[in-house]
């Protein structure tokens, strides 16, 4: 299914799961436009190509910093798929 543009890509730690799924849930349900892996991939899809197809159609990307590392650059793992898609 082709994403809308205005789409928010969530990027968070795994171990932050339970609070970016709530999140995203609760931004949809106020009329948000958000992806997440958790909501969006389903079985059989391929987890890396449907991430990196999420990201080049996303204009926007919502960052939720790991807790057990505040410091942690973001920019590590999701970084280089937004400004090489773009």
Not at 6 to 16: C, Q
Request: hydrophobic share 45%.
């Amino acid at each position: 299914m082709a994403i809308d543009p205005s789409t928010a890509f969530v990027s968070y730690s795994r171990e932050d799961l339970n609070f970016a799924h709530r999140l995203a849930t609760d931004l949809r349900a106020k009329g948000a436009k958000v992806w997440m892996d958790k909501i969006d991939i389903r079985a059989g899809q391929r987890w890396e190509a449907e991430i990196e197809a999420a990201v080049g159609a996303c204009s926007r990307v919502l960052v939720i910093p790991p807790r057990s590392r505040p410091r942690m650059s973001w920019r590590k793992s999701v970084w280089p798929l937004t400004t090489a898609s773009k």
